[in-house]
Nanobody, 124 residues
Framework: QVQLVESGGGLVQAGDSLRLSCAAS????????MAWFRQAPGKERDIVAA????????YYSNSVKGRFTISRDNAKNSVYLQMNSLKPEDTAVYYC?????????????????WGQGTQVTVFS
């Protein structure tokens, strides 16, 4: 069992940066693909970025590629999302997710563990 707790959300102006953190409990953290999803009001929960177990492979949605960076520190059981050049359309609740494998990691249904979410609001 893995429990995930996000932090780092907030209210920022367009063009600013934020860094989200996700702290995981449990001994199997390093066994899982980890990801960040986001969900805006009235929209589906979509993947933002994913990272392989070792951190050697990363995936980004087209909407954040070049602006966001996902990373992980297995020694600290943590995964991070550095968000730069934020836009109003990045406004959403951001969720940390874990438990997928590299065979299938884009869909939210592949993840077994979820954090409670952290709100990111970007104003212009």
């Amino acid at each position: 069992q893995v429990q995930l707790v996000e932090s780092g959300g907030g209210l920022v102006q367009a063009g600013d940066s934020l860094r989200l953190s996700c702290a995981a409990s449990g001994r199997t953290f390093s066994s899982y693909v980890m990801a960040w999803f986001r969900q805006a009001p009235g929209k589906e929960r979509d993947i933002v970025a994913a990272i392989s177990q070792s951190g050697g492979y990363t995936y980004y949605s087209n909407s954040v590629k070049g602006r966001f960076t996902i990373s992980r520190d297995n020694a600290k059981n943590s995964v991070y999302l550095q968000m730069n050049s934020l836009k109003p359309e990045d406004t959403a609740v951001y969720y940390c997710a874990g438990g997928a494998s590299l065979r299938a990691y884009v869909s939210s249904t592949e993840y077994h563990y979820w954090g409670q979410g952290t709100q990111v609001t970007v104003f212009s």
